[in-house]
């Protein structure tokens, strides 16, 4: 292993800035959850049904929403799409602190539909500055640095409603995506490059790249977070029980190092591996870890999984970005964006009712089982369908005459 790969992933132009301020800019984003939800539960007075509700209606609107801005992105370039995204969060999260629960319920879902597109906007430029060759690389980074932002956004997010309260926490999040939204304004990637900017402002028919195998690695994409976010009720809900909830942030911390240095490993490799292979690995590794004792060794159970996080996600983009053509790439990585979203959401719910009826250490079980029978789906698309390709030069129409 070497970190050569590396190397020539950051020697390309633009590239550092670009994952610089993608890291940067995905920490307020990040935080935006669990900031509603205390705003919710502490600001507001509510239960935590209550704030759920309220965090299921903004996923709901970034699951509506991502497809839509990438659509978007790819007919009228990155900057309009910036500008109206940016001036939405700006107004909502100015407001916000003072809505009661309904009207913020209402406002978080047109929040979400309308939400900065910092994660598909950076893998999207990603793909446009990165030959196909180093994209691997340059996805694992990118994954790494997603991690990153997991780690210290809640952490954030928790810190400022302990010290400022709720509302000052919320106002500081605003600025933060205002922020977010103006530096990648200001540094303006470009979407496409090279020979992909002869296409660009085209429109490419869905059915030419939206086939039964991109079906299968969305699904499989979803599988991989159902996967990750079932663990991670999983592993809260068994330090509880095991009166070690004083132990939960650095579990979780543990957890991040693990996908942090699995992201590491993968992207220096000299190739990679279907996202199938990582996914089912993942869900398989995941299924046993409620068989280990107490909690420390679950900790030790949690790191061969915990290493493909990772490797999982920036496998599934890095496949989206070759089998995409580069006029389609926003809405797909957009659907990409959709179907992390869906994974997450379901996963919530259903392993509650697993962990309240069956109990804490079934969570793994059953968020293993689950990817595992995704993949075992997904396994005769991948193989049968043909894999997408760029589109000839007449199967591209300039969008004036597009139906």
């Known amino acids: 292993m070497t970190v050569e790969p590396y190397r020539r992933v950051l020697a390309i132009p633009g590239v550092r800035m670009l994952l610089l301020v993608g890291l940067v800019a995905r920490i307020p984003v990040v935080a935006c959850g669990l900031t509603l939800t205390l705003h919710v539960v502490g600001g507001l007075g509510r239960g935590f049904m209550q704030a759920g509700l309220v965090g299921a209606a903004s996923t709901a609107g970034v699951a509506v929403g991502a497809p839509i801005a990438g659509r978007f992105v ?168 095991d009166s070690a909830t004083r132990w939960t942030g650095l579990v979780l911390a543990f957890w991040g190092i693990a996908s942090l240095v699995g992201g590491f490993v993968y992207g220096a490799l000299p190739r990679g591996f279907s996202p199938l292979v990582i996914v089912g690995a993942m869900a398989a590794l995941t299924a046993p870890m409620g068989l280990a004792g107490h909690w420390e060794w679950l900790c030790l159970a949690l790191l061969p999984a915990g290493m493909l996080c990772a490797p999982a996600i920036s496998a599934s983009i890095d496949t989206l970005s070759r089998w995409v053509p580069a006029a389609a790439r926003g809405e797909a990585t957009g659907l990409h964006g959709t179907a992390m979203t869906l994974g997450l959401a379901v996963a919530g719910p259903v392993t509650g009712v697993v962990i309240d009826d069956f109990g804490p250490r079934w969570a793994f079980a059953l968020s293993g089982a689950a990817g595992l029978l995704v993949v075992l789906l997904a396994t005769p698309m991948w193989r049968r369908a043909a894999r997408p390709a760029a589109p000839r030069t007449t199967a591209v129409e300039p969008v004036a005459d597009a139906a």
């Not at 309904?102 to 990603?126: D, E, H, K, N, Y």
């Open 74 to 241: 790819d007919r009228r370039g990155l900057r309009p799409v910036l500008v109206v995204t940016t001036l939405a969060q700006l107004l909502f999260w100015t407001v916000a602190p003072f809505l009661p629960y309904w009207p913020l319920l209402v406002g978080a879902f047109v929040s979400g539909v309308l939400a900065l597109p910092v994660f598909t906007v950076i893998r999207q430029c990603l793909a446009a500055a990165v030959p196909a060759e180093h994209r691997r690389s340059a996805y694992a980074l990118d994954s790494m640095l997603v991690e990153v932002a997991y780690m210290t956004g809640p952490a954030l997010a928790v810190a400022g409603t302990t010290a400022l309260g709720s509302s000052w926490t919320m106002a500081l999040i605003g600025l933060g995506l205002v922020g977010s939204g103006t530096a990648l304004l200001a540094l303006d990637p470009p979407i496409h490059v090279g020979a992909e900017s002869e296409t660009a402002g085209a429109t490419v028919r869905r059915r030419q790249w939206l086939t039964p195998a991109l079906f299968a690695l969305l699904g499989v994409t979803s599988a991989a977070t159902f996967v990750l976010a079932g663990t991670e009720l999983g592993l809260v809900a068994v330090l509880k029980a």
